[in-house]
């Protein structure tokens, strides 16, 4: 339970050298350092079964923390995932669940939409973005406007153009070279670790890498290192930034008070992932599921495995319960608190989880079956409920979706399709945002 962590972390610290984790009326405030890849599929490093991406660091956190193997993003694309995760809300709520922001689109995250970092500055924190924002840049969108304290990063996917590099409002780049990102990311968040850790102030870091989205870029130390090309050369660089944190908090003696988190924004760019159906942008398995990995000491059990499902939506409840911090309570919250899962639990807080494509229903999820809507053959949308052929997978005994048993559970398919249209009425029909796919001055 969190109180026995917060027990035996405050009793554990009496004696020890390190500083002191900040307390609030008695509560143990971990430091906080979220770590979101772009595109990485679930199984591309070492502890999740890659035979060719060799990652000991995060092979080294989760011997030390837990792993949560059915563990998704909350949209299949950047920007929606994005959104739901620093919300706790699905991207329909925020009107962002149609496609992704462009340099030229006009909008981006409402003002009206309260984050993971406001909510946690407002308890105290220091907060940093490190990376991708892809959340506009329209200036009511900036991260410096939706709670960040500092921002070294790009605006959105290095496949868009212009490219530019900023610290905090200031293009320092025009065009960033994107070789030194993931090296000047770790910097950025090594320097902002140093400069918190002899502070009275907890700190939360959002990590958010460019990579392995494509174009692929590695430092030279990195290329040619794995055997899974350029993709895996740029998680290797990826691992190695880990190690150069988790390194830096020891060295500061943070380490035993900081909860790290490893994910990714959405599954692989590329046609699937091993041992599960999908990749980005798809609406099977493949798009939605992502690594995570996390620790904190005395929270965390070592060699933890969870197989309970949960999505990026959780954590933002679970992060704000951890930090004392206040979630709002005027609006829906669709992510629940996962702090169960963190210490190894079994049980998923939730009945069914949601998966959407742009913003329409695609698939809905119990612990045990998943019940998919629409998917694709080539260019072209194949709605299956228009044709009554929906899809049913037995996850317990075919998890890479291969074989749909809807046939064989027709009480299955009539009972989450109930559930599916009570899902509807809430989730679909909301106002949203989209750019239109032609650019300005085409014809």
Not at 315 to 331: E, H, I, N, Q, S
Request: aromatic share 10%.
């Amino acid at each position: 339970m969190v109180t026995s962590f917060l027990l035996a972390a405050a009793a554990a610290l009496l004696n020890a050298q390190e500083p002191r984790p900040v307390e609030q009326d008695g509560h143990v405030r971990p430091n906080i350092i979220l770590i979101n890849t772009d595109d990485m599929g679930a199984a591309d490093w070492s502890g999740g079964g890659s035979r060719f991406i060799q990652t000991p660091h995060l092979d080294q956190m989760a011997a030390e923390g837990v792993v949560l193997t059915d563990f998704y993003a909350s949209a299949n694309v950047c920007t929606p995932s994005r959104a739901a995760l620093l919300t706790g809300r699905y991207a329909v709520r925020s009107g962002l669940a149609r496609g992704v922001i462009y340099p030229h689109s006009d909008y981006g995250l409402p003002q009206s939409e309260i984050t993971l970092p406001s909510i946690l500055r407002e308890a105290g924190y220091a907060t940093q973005i490190v990376g991708k924002w892809h959340l506009g840049t329209v200036p009511d969108a900036h991260p410096l406007e939706h709670g960040f304290d500092e921002f070294f990063g790009v605006p959105y996917s290095n496949d868009m153009s212009p490219f530019p590099l900023i610290s905090q409002r200031e293009v320092i780049e025009e065009e960033a070279d994107q070789t030194q990102l993931t090296a000047r990311y770790t910097e950025a968040a090594i320097d902002f670790i140093a400069r918190q850790a002899g502070r009275e102030q907890p700190f939360f870091i959002y990590l958010a890498h460019t990579f392995p989205h494509i174009p692929l870029y590695a430092s030279d130390a990195f290329l040619g290192q794995s055997q899974a090309g350029r993709y895996g050369d740029t998680i290797l660089e990826i691992d190695w930034s880990l190690g150069q944190l988790r390194q830096t908090l020891a060295d500061h003696g943070v380490a035993h008070s900081t909860l790290i988190i490893f994910t990714s924004d959405n599954g692989p760019w590329f046609e699937g992932e091993a041992g599960v159906r999908g990749r980005k942008g798809d609406t099977h398995d493949g798009a939605y599921r992502v690594p995570f990995v996390a620790h904190l000491e005395g929270l965390t059990p070592p060699g933890a495995v969870s197989r309970a499902m949960a999505m990026q939506i959780d954590l933002m409840p679970t992060l704000a319960r951890l930090a004392g911090a206040a979630m709002p309570d005027d609006r829906p919250i669709d992510g629940r608190d996962i702090t169960a899962l963190l210490q190894g639990g079994q049980e998923s807080p939730h009945e069914v989880l949601v998966f959407f494509d742009n913003d329409q229903i695609a698939a809905i999820r119990t612990q045990r079956w998943r019940l998919v809507l629409r998917t694709f053959y080539r260019n072209w949308l194949v709605p299956l409920e228009q044709f009554g052929a929906v899809h049913l997978f037995d996850l317990e005994t075919h998890g890479d979706e291969l074989f749909n048993v809807a046939e064989d559970y027709p009480d299955v398919v009539e009972s989450l399709s109930a559930r599916l249209e009570t899902l509807r009425s809430e989730l679909e029909g909301l106002p949203q945002r989209e750019t239109p796919l032609n650019l300005p001055g085409d014809e």
